[in-house]
């Protein structure tokens, strides 16, 4: 938990999408947070698009319990609903997966949800408190829908149900997340299979009329049908959390239309009120400077990556590089992925665990001399952990966090290589010192030490042969034990007081 000492830090605050401002985060009922995330549709390999949210909001949780709020996660799986095409008026993504590979959509659904869950649990992505589903939800989705017909503010149009958007505008503001007007969407909307169904072309639908040939279908009071898709993320949200919540995330691009439908649908069927206090968007991610997409050759899966089977990567890179790669820029700025972005975050994340394994190691002396203590060099370690703090209270700014690490990665390098220098701070200072560190690294940014195929025990034996054939000065062999290190990233550190290793960065 945050140190108490720190009174001056600012507290916690983001940028608030709806607003568009940055505020004091204020949960409604603390020490409880609800936070809900828009989740993968589970039809194909997750890809590094997917990485970035996930990533981002699990941190975001993680802070939040490390500040001790009490926090119920809500990241939902789509599994139903989801149509192709820019306005959401195709086939549905899963049940077209499964007509091409001969599969129940269910499989489709199993098979990739199963895919999903290996990939985060190997970024260190942990498991939300709840996980629903949209096929889960299909009565409660049905009652939401009668609700918002009966506040009038939806109709049946041959056995599907969309949104009265015009009517809905009457009152409320149908465009206050994304800025989008009116009278600006009519003129953008093409004629599309299913307008001739609408009173206004801007109307979404709630429900879908089945067409026979569509493989996921439910009964209702309308016919044979599905879900719409916003429709699943306001029914799971406001179950598990409340008709209003604190949080809501998920990527810019889901703004509009997803977000801003999930707003209206709420306020439809709870009188006005609004479902959600922070709204938090992460940017996007570009391949090279560009869009990441199919047709130009750069779309990139998560499995990919990680065994470096693209002809845009020169070699594997490995989870947590991905992961600290992720972290290392601020959620709302545009993350440009690259061969040699990554090879830059590989260097980046073992110089970080490098300073975990040997703080971890070090201890202050128990004989330390107070007077001896440098006010400088003092405070400098408690304005680097304050700082660290700072960044993450100021818009969750995960890269000046990882900045102010640095530098005490620099410091923890300086103790390393001088023990004697330790007791330049105090006890105090150097226990804060580590405990922020240790804490910020796993716990808040969940970085994880990596460790070599062949275990650290064979690591040890070979420093002690390399000790040995230092003092009987055999060069050959020293130069051979060097070389061996070297295949597998890793150095030999030759200090005064030690050997010890490192990984290479």
Same mark, same amino acid.
């Given at each position: 938990?945050?140190?108490?000492?720190?009174?001056?830090?600012?507290?916690?605050?983001?940028?608030?999408?709806?607003?568009?401002?940055?505020?004091?985060?204020?949960?409604?009922?603390?020490?409880?947070?609800g936070?809900?995330?828009?989740?993968?549709?589970?039809?194909?390999?997750?890809?590094?698009?997917?990485a970035?949210?996930?990533?981002f909001?699990?941190?975001?949780?993680?802070?939040?319990?490390?500040?001790?709020?009490?926090?119920?996660?809500v990241?939902?799986?789509?599994?139903v609903?989801?149509?192709?095409?820019?306005?959401?008026?195709?086939?549905?993504?899963?049940?077209?997966?499964?007509?091409?590979?001969?599969?129940e959509?269910?499989?489709?659904?199993?098979?990739?949800?199963?895919?999903?869950?290996?990939?985060?649990?190997?970024?260190?992505?942990?498991?939300?408190?709840?996980?629903?589903?949209?096929?889960?939800?299909?009565?409660?989705?049905?009652?939401?829908?009668?609700?918002?017909?009966?506040?009038?503010?939806?109709?049946?149009?041959?056995?599907?149900?969309?949104?009265?958007?015009?009517?809905?505008?009457?009152?409320?503001?149908?465009?206050?997340?994304?800025?989008?007007?009116?009278?600006?969407?009519?003129?953008?909307?093409?004629?599309?299979?299913?307008?001739?169904e609408?009173?206004?072309?801007?109307?979404?639908?709630?429900?879908?009329?089945?067409?026979p040939?569509?493989?996921?279908?439910?009964?209702?009071?309308?016919?044979?049908g599905f879900?719409?898709?916003?429709?699943?993320?306001?029914?799971?949200?406001?179950?598990?959390?409340?008709?209003?919540?604190?949080?809501?995330?998920?990527?810019?691009?889901?703004?509009?239309?997803?977000?801003?439908?999930?707003?209206?649908?709420?306020?439809?069927?709870?009188k006005?009120?609004?479902?959600?206090?922070?709204w938090?968007?992460?940017?996007?991610?570009?391949?090279?400077g560009?869009?990441?997409?199919k047709?130009?050759?750069?779309?990139?899966?998560?499995p990919?990556?990680?065994?470096?089977?693209?002809?845009?990567?020169?070699?594997?890179?490995?989870?947590?590089?991905?992961?600290?790669?992720?972290?290392?820029?601020?959620?709302?700025?545009?993350?440009?992925? $690259?061969? =040699?972005?990554? +090879? /830059?975050?590989a260097?980046? &994340? #073992?110089?970080?665990?490098?300073?975990?394994?040997?703080? !971890?190691?070090?201890?202050?002396?128990?004989?330390?001399?107070?007077?001896?203590?440098?006010?400088?060099a003092?405070?400098?370690?408690?304005q680097?952990?304050d700082?660290?703090?700072?960044?993450?209270?100021?818009?969750?700014?995960?890269?000046?966090?990882?900045?102010?690490?640095?530098?005490?990665?620099?410091?923890?390098?300086?103790?390393y290589?001088?023990?004697?220098?330790i007791?330049?701070?105090?006890?105090?200072?150097?226990?804060?010192?580590?405990?922020?560190?240790?804490?910020f690294?796993?716990?808040?940014?969940?970085l994880?030490?990596?460790?070599?195929?062949? $275990?650290? =025990?064979?690591? +040890? /034996?070979?420093?002690?042969? &390399? #000790?040995?054939?230092?003092?009987?000065?055999?060069?050959? !062999?020293?130069?051979?034990?060097?070389?061996?290190?070297?295949?597998?990233?890793?150095?030999?550190?030759?200090?005064?007081?030690?050997?010890?290793?490192?990984?290479?960065?």
């Open positions: 938990m945050a140190n108490s000492a720190s009174a001056h830090i600012p507290p916690l605050s983001f940028y608030n999408s709806l607003s568009k401002e940055k505020e004091v985060f204020e949960p409604l009922n603390p020490p409880f947070v936070m809900y995330v828009c989740g993968p549709t589970v039809y194909n390999e997750p890809h590094i698009g997917n970035r949210p996930a990533i909001f699990d941190v975001v949780a993680r802070y939040l319990r490390y500040l001790g709020y009490r926090v119920r996660y990241r939902n799986i789509t599994d609903g989801h149509l192709l095409g820019d306005t959401n008026e195709g086939e549905d993504r899963i049940s077209r997966q499964a007509r091409l590979d001969q599969l959509p269910m499989e489709i659904v199993h098979k990739y949800t199963h895919a999903y869950h290996q990939v985060m649990d190997a970024l260190g992505v942990l498991r939300p408190s709840i996980e629903p589903t949209a096929t889960g939800h299909i009565v409660e989705q049905i009652a939401l829908v009668q609700q918002i017909i009966d506040a009038g503010l939806a109709y049946e149009s041959h056995g599907s149900v969309y949104f009265d958007v015009r009517k809905y505008s009457e009152n409320e503001n149908y465009g206050e997340l994304s800025g989008r007007v009116i009278d600006e969407l009519l003129a953008q909307t093409r004629e599309l299979d299913g307008q001739e609408k009173r206004f072309s801007a109307d979404f639908a709630l429900w879908k009329k089945a067409s040939e569509h493989l996921m279908r439910w009964p209702s009071p309308w016919g044979e879900p719409g898709w916003h429709l699943e993320c306001t029914v799971m949200s406001t179950k598990y959390l409340g008709q209003t919540f604190d949080i809501h995330g998920g990527g810019m691009d889901l703004q509009f239309p997803h977000h801003e439908c999930e707003i209206a649908q709420a306020k439809a069927a709870h006005g009120q609004a479902p959600v206090k922070y938090l968007h992460n940017n996007m991610i570009t391949i090279n560009q869009k990441m997409s047709s130009l050759g750069n779309f990139i899966t998560i990919q990556l990680l065994n470096g089977d693209h002809e845009t990567l020169s070699r594997p890179y490995s989870p947590m590089t991905v992961r600290f790669f992720i972290l290392q820029a601020h959620y709302r700025s545009t993350l440009d992925f $690259s061969d =040699a972005s990554l +090879e /830059a975050a260097k980046g &994340y #073992k110089k970080l665990i490098n300073g975990l394994r040997i703080l !971890k190691k070090m201890e202050y002396p128990s004989n330390a001399d107070t007077t001896a203590i440098d006010p400088k003092e405070a400098q370690i408690h680097f952990c700082n660290t703090l700072r960044g993450m209270n100021n818009d969750l700014n995960t890269a000046l966090a990882i900045g102010q690490l640095f530098n005490l990665n620099k410091k923890i390098n300086a103790f290589n001088n023990p004697d220098s007791t330049s701070i105090s006890k105090d200072a150097f226990e804060r010192m580590k405990l922020l560190y240790i804490s690294v796993e716990d808040i940014l969940g994880q030490e990596e460790k070599p195929k062949d $275990s650290e =025990a064979l690591i +040890e /034996a070979m420093l002690q042969l &390399y #000790k040995q054939a230092k003092e009987l000065k055999d060069y050959e !062999k020293v130069d051979e034990i060097r070389g061996f290190f070297k295949q597998n990233q890793l150095i030999i550190k030759d200090l005064k007081h030690l050997i010890d290793w490192a990984y290479e960065e």
